[in-house]
T-cell receptor, first 111, second 111 residues
Framework: QKEVEQDPGPLSVPEGAIVSLNCTYS??????FMWYRQYSRKGPELLMY????GNKEDGRFTAQVDKSSKYISLFIRDSQPSDSATYLC???????????FGSGTRLQVQP | SQTIHQWPATLVQPVGSPLSLECTVE??????LYWYRQAAGRGLQLLFY??????ISSEVPQNLSASRPQDRQFILSSKKLLLSDSGFYLC??????????FGQGTRLTVV
């Protein structure tokens, strides 16, 4: 079993829709949670970072962490064609040097 | 502000040839540095990380090696490339918090 599971998609939505992207994890020691956006043939770009359960909002993006269920989500409101990309969740244990990534979900926002 | 430079962007190399990919970070000192590899449609696999000059940790036994000759320089090398070394190579850095910041990647094709 992978430590981090993420549905690969593709997920296709119309412009303006609310998008929900999710990851589940098995390692209860994970304390830090991130979402990255990756455009084709580019490096991942950090979108959201959180280290506690609950919600964190930044513009159209909301990150949600539920440690009791080992489940994290990223919500995108008023989705735009420019949001079309692969979204990667990542997480780490305190003291571990590197991140454990999900395999990414490919999102397509149709104009 | 911090920036990370990675080059070249694309590379086509014959089997058995050597490899050298370079990564430099500006605007910070004593960063943690990482090399990841991303296969098509897959998540990121950590290859090497470094917490200081000359300090390299390998996560996956393979045909590759890494070196850190200067504080903000990280190099990925191979003496003889294999077909299986093809992929998208990403350099990243981090400091006090868990999140990492990525370069734009090098797409390596071994032919």
């Amino acid at each position: 079993q992978k430590e981090v599971e993420q549905d690969p998609g593709p997920l296709s939505v119309p412009e303006g829709a609310i998008v929900s992207l999710n990851c589940t994890y098995s390692n209860s020691a994970f304390q830090y949670f991130m979402w990255y956006r990756q455009y084709s043939r580019k490096g991942p770009e950090l979108l959201m970072y959180t280290y506690s359960s609950g919600n964190k909002e930044d513009g159209r993006f909301t990150a949600q962490v539920d440690k009791s269920s080992k489940y994290i989500s990223l919500f995108i409101r008023d989705s735009q064609p420019s949001d079309s990309a692969t979204y990667l969740c990542a997480m780490s244990v305190a003291g571990r040097r590197a991140l454990t990534f999900g395999s990414g979900t490919r999102l397509q926002v149709q104009p | 502000s911090q920036t990370i430079h990675q080059w070249p962007a694309t590379l086509v190399q014959p089997v058995g040839s050597p490899l050298s990919l370079e990564c430099t970070v500006e605007g910070t000192s004593n960063p943690n540095l990482y090399w990841y590899r991303q296969a098509a449609g897959r998540g990121l696999q950590l290859l090497f990380y470094s917490v200081g000059i000359g300090q390299i940790s390998s996560e996956v036994p393979q045909n590759l090696s890494a070196s850190r000759p200067q504080d903000r320089q990280f190099i990925l090398s191979s003496k003889k490339l294999l077909l299986s070394d093809s992929g998208f190579y990403l350099c990243a850095w981090s400091r006090d918090r868990a999140e990492a910041f990525f370069g734009q990647g090098t797409r390596l094709t071994v032919v």
